[in-house]
């Protein structure tokens, strides 16, 4: 089986939950760690499965990385590789397939309840599960992809995630631990200050509870990365 890639744009924000996921059932992985220079490969072919993480640039930004991930996705998508993203990961994959990636009305920094939207698509990949407690961490927010479906909203964000088949687009963050969002909330404590706002938590909050908090995100993204693994190419 050829590794998932993994793709790092920032050093705090790397592959989180999905790392122990993947270390869980014996998945190989490659990180591509961008942030220190790393070149985005060519061939999407060369693996089983492509995993984009997030970060604080916005997927319009004229990065020379952006350019070559968006080239990367579509080759995925047309090679039937499958995608997952996280946040910029999932804005990434929502304007590499069509999709505008467009300022958010209201950004987003905390835990929030992201509901189930009830079609077909989203049942495959939540089954019975109608909503969770959602981390999120955003002021961009994207559209979504023609011929996929949105699955996730929120009441600040309506598009909280897409898919089709094995493809998997996300607003939200299932990958959080424990630590990720301390360093996060010490890290961007300056954001928070400088972003009033109804859907802006403080630090203190963020942290209220983290560890109940951080293990049903967990069970979450478990269910998520599980239907997402059966597409994987073998």
């Known amino acids: 089986m050829n590794p998932i890639a993994i793709f790092r744009h920032a050093g705090t924000e790397g592959a989180g939950y999905f790392a122990t996921f993947a270390e869980r059932h014996s998945l190989p992985c490659r990180l591509f760690r961008l942030d220190e220079g790393e070149e985005v490969p060519r061939d999407a072919r060369a693996f089983s499965g492509l995993v984009f993480m997030g970060g604080p640039m916005s ?24 995608v ?18 467009t300022r958010a009305q209201v950004k987003e920094i905390g835990w929030g309840e ?16 109608r909503g969770f407690l959602g981390f999120h961490w955003h002021g961009e927010t994207f559209a979504i992809p023609p011929g996929f479906t949105r699955i996730l909203e929120s009441r600040w964000c309506p598009n909280q995630a897409y898919a089709r088949g094995k493809h998997l687009g996300m ?7 424990e630590d990720m969002v301390r360093t996060w909330c010490e890290h961007g404590a300056g954001e928070i200050a400088a972003s009033p706002g109804p859907a802006v938590q403080p630090p203190a909050r963020i942290r209220e509870n983290l ?7 967990n069970a979450v993204a478990e269910r998520l ?10």
């Not at 004229?62 to 350019?67: D, E, H, K, S, V």
């Not at 560890?211 to 995100?217: E, M, Q, T």
């Open 225 to 234: 990365y599980s239907r997402w693994a059966r597409g994987l190419r073998r």
């Open 59 to 82: 997927v319009n930004d004229n990065l020379p990385w952006i350019r070559s991930e968006l080239e990367l996705i579509r080759g995925a998508v047309a090679a039937d590789v499958p």
């Open 114 to 129: 992201v509901a189930v939207v009830d079609n077909g698509e989203a049942r495959n990949w939540f089954g019975e599960l």
């Open 171 to 177: 607003q939200c963050h299932v990958e959080m631990t």
């Open 84 to 101: 997952l993203g996280h946040c910029l990961g999932g804005q990434l994959i929502a304007k590499a397939l069509g999709a505008t990636v």
């Open 211 to 217: 560890a109940s908090k951080v293990a049903a995100l």
